[in-house]
């Protein structure tokens, strides 16, 4: 065998399987699988030949051609006769048949563990991950303590490095090979630790993202993504008891917490803005209250007032909002959206309650993302499904409520930073595309082809009628934000009907 397979894995010769499939398990991590289909298949190869040479020490000579007589053994000026053949031992069908199954299943895990970037995976692969992972965790030969110690070691390893995409298979892992009932055992391997703390954060995760459980809104106020004041509702006291559990017996939960609240929290009482808040609203009170006792000033700089820019008063600052652009420079790009803009912004008369300036404002931005997405071309619809998708991946695990609903216009305070950047960048862009025609109510239909049907009940694992009534946004929240999941991720892998899915989604407008 050439040794060429050693570069490949990049390990020097050796028979330790495990130091062979970490080898392997590491190129794989750094390689882009679709981009480079014929190195992944070298690496593969590579493995492949060097656990076979484990198994038959010969085989990790250097290869000899057979069409070179260069390369072949003399002896006594001849050719070293062909070894004769060893008899054959007989193979079992029902063995081959079974080896053949699970080497797929092996090599399928594999390929999803490592699949070349540290993304979490789609909702197909944590099904393909459960499904293949589950089939290897069935092996009778599990049974045999020298087989079940080398699969243990391999589990451990492979689940630990490939966090989070191997999620959906630790809890059964964890349950074949007993490592949380022996979480206390000094001999349990760093890994396998590993894998039993995540598993604890999981399970708390689920449980505090439950709003029934006493912790839930404490939990909901440090997973937040905005960084703005605390939620009325919240109690420090909750607050500080979660910290205290996830610290003291979940500190991996910690992990999916938002730093910059969990900071904010972690400040000493002097310092919580909420304290400071009280104070400065019992002073505003007072003050108020000695102006009303002492009548009104005649300095003139205490009776004019202070005027504040909103989007309502300011057409360059309404532009900014809808656009990204000045009122001048949309004035250039998009005439008559920033006409539109200058009118909704002009002053009311002074009997006319401000409030309906702001109905103005708002009625302008819901036609104008309408308007925007009866015209959008078809990269802008497959930019906003993936920003929806990645959001929706974002709050399924912890607040499935707000994934339900989830779209493009949605709160962006649900968001970390990055989606919310991305989030401004799709409005604009939305935006810019509308005109003044009739933008329709915002409702739409849309026939849902047999195929993506299949893909999506394949990739949530719930029923046809499971799936009917999510899409019709009834039953339980983690049904409809998997299947929300889903059918974007099918849409913008389906090649055939996908973009006409994508855009049978969004309201049409009203071309009349």
Sequence with gaps: MSRGIWRTLGIEPTTDRSAIRRAYAAKLRGMDVDADPAGFARLRDARDAALAGVADPVAMLPDLDDDSDDDKIVADGFFTPEPEPLPQARVDPVEAERDAAIDHHFRALEALLFPGHDDPSTAEEAAAIAHHGYALLADPRLERIDF?????????????????????????????????????????????????????????????GDPGHRLHRAWVELVRS?????????????????????????????????PVRVAKWDRPASDNPRIGFYIWLVLIIIVAAVRVLSGPSDDPREQAPVVIPTLSSDANLLAQHMTGKGI???????????EAIRTTTAPLPGNVDPAVADRAVDTLYQQRLLAGFAKAPDDLLRDVAAFEL???????????????????????????????????????????????????????????????????????????????????????????????????????????????????????????
């Excluded at 009940?457 to 049904?479: E, F, H, I, M, P």
């Excluded at 059918?487 to 996908?498: F, I, P, W, Y």
């Excluded at 994508?502 to 309201?507: A, G, I, S, V």
């Design 148 to 208: 079940a110690v080398g699969a243990e070691r391999w589990f451990a390893e492979h689940l630990a490095i490939a966090i989070p995409r191997s999620d959906p298979l630790l809890e059964r892992a964890a349950a074949v090979f007993g490592w949380i009932a022996r979480r206390d055992d000094h001999t349990l391997s760093p890994h396998a630790r590993e894998i039993v703390d995540r598993i604890g954060a999981i399970r708390f995760a689920t449980l505090v």
């Design 226 to 258: 905005d960084d703005g004041p605390h939620r009325w509702g919240t109690t420090g006291g909750r607050v500080r008891e979660l910290l205290l559990v996830v610290r003291q017996r979940y500190p991996d939960a910690e992990q999916w917490m938002n």
């Design 390 to 512: 990645d959001a929706m991946r974002l709050l399924a695990p912890t607040i499935p409520a707000q994934c339900r609903r989830f779209v493009v216009s949605s709160d962006p305070n649900l968001l970390n930073q990055g989606l919310r950047e991305r989030q401004q960048r799709l409005v604009h862009r939305i935006i810019l595309e509308s005109d003044d025609r009739n933008a329709g109510d915002g409702s739409y239909r849309f026939t849902l082809p047999s195929s993506i049907a299949t893909t999506i009940r394949t990739r949530t694992g719930l029923s046809a009628d499971q799936v009917k009534n999510a899409l019709s946004d009834k039953g339980k929240d983690t049904d409809v934000c998997a299947v929300n999941i889903a059918l974007r991720e099918a849409a913008l892998r389906d090649s055939k009907n996908g973009m006409r899915l994508l855009r049978d989604m969004r309201p049409s407008g009203d071309d009349n």
């Design 328 to 338: 001048a420079a949309l004035r250039q790009e998009h005439p008559e959206l920033a």
